[in-house]
């Protein structure tokens, strides 16, 4: 993450149900993130977005960071489409500070990852779920995050906040820290408009930032963190692209796929895959790819 660091209106869908006990819930952090309208990212609050993960490959005899993801039930992952390759992964649960051993990390090996089918590498439909080869215990540091209503926009300006271990500057290295910054949605009339994103803005997306604050390379697929007007946060987005002229690129806000553009896919997913847990959808009151355009083969 850098360290200064409408649109589909569908049917709204019913509250699917958890099968694990109710006390978890969705977007209920037991850790309170800390929200100050702070302009630079900063180190999170350990544990207060207890849905963020970290995916990680195989290197070697190592396993590496390479995007962020969101947790959605207890054996399944949202992430971004671009951030999968032929590559052996794993996905850690739990995590806060990457270079050290905090007994709370939860590793799970991948049973099997969907890419969006409709995914090509200008950026279009960049999401993916990650099925775990078996579930994460939920307890007070992992907890899944709730996903929008179908079709549920997110208005201009709205508060939300990127989360990730991405690079704390252009070109430098990744974050040890979970970091976070606020970053203001930017409405799609605006984000689409001359000057801005234009015309590679699709309504399947959602842009946020466009100041001095943005996501970075390795913040790929991880969450945009939306809190809905039930109190509960909300994976709003997720993390796909920036300018090719560097993260915090003025009127280039960070992109991100809109998740309640891919509602339904979501649970046709975890449903048709032979899931054990339901993924919880919640309407709840709402008051081109992570590699860069010009750069889409070299970042992480």
Same mark, same amino acid.
């Given at each position: 993450?850098?360290?200064?660091?409408?649109?589909?209106?569908? #049917?709204?869908?019913?509250?699917?149900?958890?099968?694990?006990? +109710? %006390?978890? =819930?969705?977007?209920? *952090?037991?850790?309170? !993130?800390?929200?100050?309208?702070?302009?630079?990212?900063?180190?999170?609050?350990?544990?207060?977005?207890?849905?963020?993960?970290?995916?990680?490959?195989?290197?070697?005899?190592?396993?590496?960071?390479?995007?962020?993801?969101?947790?959605?039930?207890?054996?399944?992952?949202?992430?971004?489409?671009?951030?999968?390759?032929?590559?052996?992964?794993?996905?850690?649960?739990?995590?806060?500070?990457?270079?050290?051993?905090?007994?709370?990390?939860?590793?799970?090996?991948?049973?099997?990852?969907?890419?969006?089918?409709?995914?090509?590498?200008?950026?279009?439909?960049?999401?993916?779920?990650?099925?775990?080869?078996?579930?994460? #215990?939920?307890?007070?540091?992992?907890?899944?995050?709730?996903? +929008? %209503?179908? =079709?549920?926009?997110? *208005?201009?300006?709205? !508060?939300?906040?990127?989360?990730?271990?991405?690079?704390?500057?252009?070109?430098?290295?990744?974050?040890?820290?979970?970091?976070?910054?606020?970053?203001?949605?930017?409405?799609?009339?605006?984000?689409?408009?001359?000057?801005?994103?234009?015309?590679?803005?699709?309504?399947?997306?959602?842009?946020?930032?466009?100041?001095?604050?943005?996501?970075?390379?390795?913040?790929?697929?991880?969450?945009?963190?939306?809190?809905?007007?039930?109190?509960?946060?909300?994976?709003?987005?997720?993390?796909?692209?920036?300018?090719?002229?560097?993260?915090?690129?003025?009127?280039?806000?960070?992109?991100?796929?809109?998740?309640?553009?891919?509602?339904?896919?979501?649970?046709?997913?975890?449903?048709?895959?032979?899931?054990?847990?339901?993924?919880?959808?919640?309407?709840?009151?709402?008051?081109?790819?992570?590699?860069?355009?010009?750069?889409?083969?070299?970042?992480?």
């Amino acid at each position: 993450m850098h360290h200064i660091l409408e649109d589909h209106m569908c #049917v709204v869908f019913a509250v699917l149900f958890f099968l694990w006990p +109710p %006390a978890h =819930g969705c977007g209920t *952090p037991t850790y309170e !993130p800390a929200v100050s309208r702070v302009v630079n990212g900063e180190d999170a609050r350990p544990y207060s977005w207890p849905w963020q993960i970290s995916l990680q490959y195989l290197s070697g005899s190592t396993y590496r960071h390479t995007c962020g993801g969101t947790l959605l039930s207890p054996d399944w992952v949202m992430t971004a489409g671009h951030c999968i390759g032929s590559r052996t992964y794993r996905v850690v649960l739990g995590e806060y500070d990457l270079t050290k051993e905090e007994s709370n990390e939860q590793i799970r090996p991948v049973e099997k990852i969907v890419v969006h089918p409709n995914w090509d590498d200008s950026c279009f439909n960049d999401i993916a779920m990650i099925k775990l080869a078996s579930p994460v #215990v939920l307890n007070d540091k992992v907890q899944p995050s709730c996903v +929008p %209503a179908s =079709g549920e926009v997110s *208005p201009h300006d709205d !508060p939300c906040f990127i989360t990730g271990w991405g690079r704390i500057y252009n070109y430098g290295p990744i974050a040890s820290k979970l970091q976070q910054a606020l970053l203001p949605v930017v409405g799609h009339s605006v984000c689409s408009s001359s000057g801005w994103w234009g015309s590679s803005v699709k309504p399947t997306m959602i842009c946020a930032g466009g100041d001095i604050r943005s996501g970075c390379h390795g913040d790929s697929g991880g969450p945009l963190n939306c809190r809905g007007g039930d109190g509960r946060w909300y994976v709003q987005g997720v993390t796909s692209f920036v300018s090719s002229r560097g993260c915090n690129t003025p009127m280039k806000p960070t992109v991100f796929t809109r998740t309640s553009s891919f509602t339904k896919w979501i649970s046709d997913v975890s449903f048709l895959q032979g899931k054990k847990h339901k993924i919880l959808v919640t309407n709840g009151n709402y008051s081109k790819c992570w590699v860069t355009m010009n750069l889409k083969n070299s970042l992480g």
